[in-house]
Structures are given as C-alpha cells and as structure tokens.
C-alpha cells in the first residue's frame, strides 16, 4: 500500500477551483472583510478615501486596513513582511483579492492615517458595547513600556552631555599636546601623527563637542530633562529592571471580558499622574456617571484621587487607605491640581494646600533650588495626632513656578469636606487579571512589545491596530465568527 499522494502540480485544471472555497466559513479573515466594508472610512478620518478622477488608480484604503489588520491579529506588523503574505498566504490573497501593493505603499498607509486608525479603534468599542461585551461596572488602569525605535546611544540628558563635553575637551587637549611634541620632531618618523591629520581630528572632536553644546542649549531653552534623536519623543525610562527608550502606554480595560476601553500614549516615566485622566476616558467611552476603577500602587496620589472622587469615578488603588479633603461645590475639579506632595492636596485658585485632616496649609516660603515652594500651619500641626509632614519644622513642599507662587492668607470661603479613601481589598485582588491580560497577549502572542514607528502620533496609530487586533480576538472567542458576522450586518 501506497502513502498518500498529493496533487500532479503540471497537471492542467481545465476548471480551477475557486479562491472563496481555500477559506473556510468560520475564518476570522471573513469578519475582517465584513468589519472594514461596515465602516465610513471617509467620516473616519482616512486620506484618500475616494478614488481620483484622473492619472493611475491607487489602491482602496479599506484593502490596505484589511491587510493590516490581519497583520497584526497574526504577528506580522512589518510592511516588508505583509507584502511577502500577500503572495503566499491564501487567508491574505483571499482577503486582498489577489493584490499585493508594494511595502512602501503598505507602510505609507500607517504612516498617513493616525487619527483615522485610532477612530477604528473608538468605533470597534462602540460596536462591542452595543453587543453587551462591556460590564460597566469595574475597569482597571495601567501602564506598560514599549521599546520605541531609539537607542540608548542617541538619548541624552544633561548630565551624560557633561560628561561627553569633558571627555572631548580632554582628548581635544591631548591632541594639542601632540601637535606641539609633532613640531619638536623629526619628520622622517613614522610613528608620529602629521600636523595635519592631528589638525584634521582635533576639527572632527570640536566639530562632535559643539553638537553636544546645542543639545545642551536646547534642553535649557525647552526645560525638558532629555533629548531623543531618532525618535525625539521617546524617553528613557526603567522597562523590565533595565533602562531603556520607552513609551509609557496606558490602558483601560473592562473586567467583564478583558477588553480594552481606551488608552494613551505617553513618556512619562511613571503612572502617578494618570489616574484622573484614564478614569475620565473610560468615563466618557462607557457612558456611565459613576464607575469603580481599580490600579495598583504606582498610581496612589492624593490629588488623583480627589480628582477622581469629584467626577463620580470610586477608585480603588492599592495600599490607599487615607483621608483625603475635597473642596466643596464653589470648587471646580479643575482647581485641583497635581502639585502635591503626601496625602495634601494643593487649590490653586486660593494658593493653599489642604493637609488630610482638613487643615490648611499657608504658603511660607520658596526655595529656588528645586523651585518648591513651602506651605506651613505650624499651629494646626502642633496639637494634629497625623505626623504627616516631611520633616520636623511641619511644612509640605509644593514644586511650582515661581510666578505661580504668591502669598495669601485669604481662607475665609475656602470649605472642605473630608472623605475616607479605602481601596476594597477584593476590588485590588481582581486587578492584575484584568489590567495585566492585554498587555500579556500584545507582547507575547502578537509579538508586539516594541514599536516600528515613530513619534506620539505615529504611535499611537500603530497602537490603535495593536489594540483593535486584540479587541477583535478577544469578541471572536467570546462570540464565535457567525455571531460577529451577523451583528456587523444587523
């Protein structure tokens, strides 16, 4: 008996088979395919949504979306690599139709349409809402690093600029030192540098340490603290125990399914002051007036929380377990600002901070070196059982602009409430499962932990397919392909 044969490939097929039949009913491939045709790329944002009325056709924003998508849903985000998909993978050719547009027009796609990409990703959501994916009830925040497409060689800050500055002055120098031992000697020597070649290097090192002064002018000039040339809005930061240049990417995932709500990216290198922000985001998605947030330590902040706590969002970060005071309803939330140093939190409307006990804190004084300015009520300090304050004078430091810092004691109308902020201890338990499974599955299964793009805008575009490629997995296990099919057609 014979092994199994495959198919004479010389033999002529006088009816060839159809592509439609390669691709089975339930392939994800044919919900990509109804998903794209649903959308209005034109409404959402895309350039060239419409063909041209004269010169070559140009290919159809929703093909280059599809082949994107499935890139990303299939650990292959290079543009290089989907063209080389379009010609052997049956799922792509179906998908494409048989076309197969060269990498520069596949990534000129991504790098053209940013905004639009991060409305396809806004409209999956809605669409996962409208199909009851979404709980409502609990999200959690949190945020992870991903390698941005810069070394660590071409970051600087002002300190490693120093440091590079010196040792140039110093080779500089040995090399003037030489050209002085070049003249005493004699010519015939072959061992010795030329005048001129020293002359050539010591022009070359100058030439390195002036660029090194100019990026050292223009972090004064900007007041930023670091300076990323391949990728200037990359930053380095700790990922993985280890430096390295980063985005801080930000996420707000539901705890009914693990899907994700919203996100941001950013380069700051800690999460401390994104609470608020991330909160009111899922807030504004979700369409809900009150909502229940949980994230870890990282993000415990008294300003936060009381930012939080005023716009009907409970959060529940780990190890909160304080008083924090909120103004009253002649406040604004946007009078709370994040200038805050323990559990006081800082009206900038009145110039005051309020301690956890409901005390306010006078400003005292401004210390140039750090630009902190000092906030003190050495009396209500004095008999207060809280020892709270920095240190044993009893003041709170407030890092500010100078200009901002001006003396008051104006505190008649300045009425606060205090609330007992206590994160549930349950809440906290469920919020690595939730927050932690999108980051898990991006970096791990899609293979998507370090970036191709650069720039805010262009990143955050790539992160919008990342993100909507793990949306649509996540709503295709959970609702199977025919139910997916049958709610975009509804």
Same mark, same amino acid.
């Given at each position: 008996?014979?092994?199994?044969?495959?198919?004479?490939?010389?033999?002529?097929?006088?009816?060839?088979?159809?592509?439609?039949?390669?691709?089975?009913?339930?392939?994800?491939?044919?919900?990509?395919?109804?998903?794209?045709?649903?959308?209005?790329?034109?409404?959402?944002?895309?350039?060239?949504?419409?063909?041209?009325?004269?010169?070559?056709?140009?290919?159809?924003?929703?093909?280059?979306?599809?082949?994107?998508?499935?890139?990303?849903?299939?650990?292959?985000?290079?543009?290089?690599?989907?063209?080389?998909?379009?010609?052997?993978?049956?799922?792509?050719?179906?998908?494409?139709?048989?076309?197969?547009?060269?990498?520069?027009?596949?990534?000129?796609?991504?790098?053209?349409?940013?905004?639009?990409?991060?409305?396809?990703?806004?409209?999956?959501?809605?669409?996962?809402?409208?199909?009851?994916?979404?709980?409502?009830?609990?999200?959690?925040?949190?945020?992870?690093?991903?390698?941005?497409?810069?070394?660590?060689?071409?970051?600087?800050?002002?300190?490693?600029?120093?440091?590079?500055?010196?040792?140039?002055?110093?080779?500089?120098?040995?090399?003037?030192?030489?050209? !002085?031992?070049?003249?005493?000697?004699?010519? @015939? *020597?072959?061992?010795?540098? $030329? /005048?001129? =070649? +020293?002359? #050539?290097?010591?022009?070359?090192?100058?030439?390195?340490?002036?660029?090194?002064?100019?990026?050292?002018?223009?972090?004064?000039?900007?007041?930023?603290?670091?300076?990323?040339?391949?990728?200037?809005?990359?930053?380095?930061?700790?990922?993985?125990?280890?430096?390295?240049?980063?985005?801080?990417?930000?996420?707000?995932?539901?705890?009914?399914?693990?899907?994700?709500?919203?996100?941001?990216?950013?380069?700051?290198?800690?999460?401390?002051?994104?609470?608020?922000?991330?909160?009111?985001?899922?807030?504004?998605?979700? !369409?809900?007036?009150?909502?229940?947030?949980? @994230? *870890?330590?990282?993000?415990? $902040? /008294?300003? =936060? +929380?009381? #930012?939080?706590?005023?716009?009907?969002?409970?959060?529940?970060?780990?190890?909160?377990?304080?008083?924090?005071?909120?103004?009253?309803?002649?406040?604004?939330?946007?009078?709370?600002?994040?200038?805050?140093?323990?559990?006081?939190?800082?009206?900038?409307?009145?110039?005051?901070?309020?301690?956890?006990?409901?005390?306010?804190?006078?400003?005292?004084?401004?210390?140039?070196?750090?630009?902190?300015?000092?906030?003190?009520?050495?009396?209500?300090?004095?008999?207060?059982?809280?020892?709270?304050?920095?240190?044993?004078?009893?003041?709170?430091?407030?890092?500010?602009?100078?200009?901002?810092?001006?003396?008051?004691?104006?505190?008649?109308?300045?009425?606060?409430?205090?609330?007992?902020?206590?994160?549930?201890?349950?809440?906290?338990?469920?919020?690595?499962?939730?927050?932690?499974?999108?980051?898990?599955?991006?970096?791990?299964?899609?293979?998507?932990?370090?970036?191709?793009?650069?720039?805010?805008?262009?990143?955050?575009?790539?992160?919008?397919?990342?993100?909507?490629?793990?949306?649509?997995?996540?709503?295709?296990?959970?609702?199977?392909?025919?139910?997916?099919?049958?709610?975009?057609?509804?």
């Amino acid at each position: 008996m014979n092994f199994i044969s495959g198919a004479d490939r010389s033999q002529i097929i006088l009816l060839p088979d159809s592509v439609d039949g390669y691709i089975d009913d339930n392939n994800a491939v044919r919900v990509i395919e109804a998903y794209i045709n649903s959308l209005d790329l034109n409404a959402l944002g895309f350039a060239k949504s419409a063909p041209n009325d004269m010169g070559r056709p140009m290919y159809a924003p929703q093909d280059l979306l599809k082949l994107y998508l499935y890139g990303y849903m299939n650990r292959v985000r290079s543009s290089r690599r989907l063209e080389i998909e379009t010609k052997r993978n049956l799922e792509v050719i179906w998908l494409m139709r048989k076309l197969s547009p060269d990498h520069k027009t596949i990534a000129r796609f991504r790098h053209d349409n940013p905004v639009a990409l991060k409305n396809v990703f806004k409209d999956f959501v809605k669409l996962c809402i409208r199909l009851g994916l979404y709980g409502k009830e609990l999200v959690a925040v949190d945020g992870s690093k991903f390698k941005a497409v810069n070394a660590k060689d071409c970051n600087f800050n002002v300190k490693k600029l120093n440091e590079r500055i010196a040792r140039l002055d110093a080779k500089i120098e040995k090399y003037l030192q030489q050209m !002085e031992e070049v003249d005493k000697q004699d010519d @015939a *020597d072959k061992s010795i540098k $030329s /005048a001129e =070649e +020293v002359q #050539r290097i010591i022009s070359e090192l100058a030439q390195r340490k002036a660029g090194y002064q100019s990026f050292a002018e223009e972090l004064k000039e900007s007041g930023e603290s670091q300076k990323s040339l391949t990728d200037p809005d990359s930053r380095l930061m700790m990922a993985n125990g280890k430096m390295d240049i980063c985005y801080n990417v930000q996420t707000v995932t539901d705890s009914k399914n693990k899907l994700l709500v919203g996100f941001e990216v950013t380069n700051e290198a800690v999460d401390k002051n994104q609470l608020e922000r991330m909160s009111d985001l899922a807030i504004n998605i979700l !369409e809900q007036k009150e909502l229940n947030v949980t @994230a *870890d330590v990282g993000y415990d $902040s /008294a300003t =936060e +929380v009381a #930012r939080c706590l005023m716009k009907g969002i409970v959060p529940h970060v780990a190890g909160s377990d304080y008083d924090v005071c909120l103004p009253t309803d002649d406040f604004s939330v946007n009078e709370i600002t994040s200038h805050t140093n323990g559990r006081s939190v800082y009206l900038a409307d009145r110039n005051v901070a309020v301690c956890p006990m409901g005390k306010v804190l006078y400003p005292g004084g401004y210390k140039k070196r750090g630009g902190k300015a000092l906030f003190y009520n050495f009396r209500a300090c004095a008999a207060c059982p809280c020892k709270c304050t920095v240190e044993r004078y009893k003041k709170f430091e407030i890092t500010m602009d100078k200009a901002v810092f001006k003396k008051t004691y104006d505190d008649k109308n300045l009425l606060v409430k205090q609330i007992r902020v206590a994160a549930d201890k349950e809440i906290v338990r469920q919020r690595k499962s939730i927050a932690e499974h999108p980051f898990g599955t991006v970096k791990r299964t899609m293979d998507a932990g370090y970036l191709l793009t650069r720039g805010f805008q262009n990143v955050s575009g790539e992160f919008s397919l990342t993100f909507l490629a793990y949306n649509l997995k996540r709503a295709l296990n959970i609702l199977g392909t025919s139910r997916m099919l049958k709610a975009i057609k509804a």
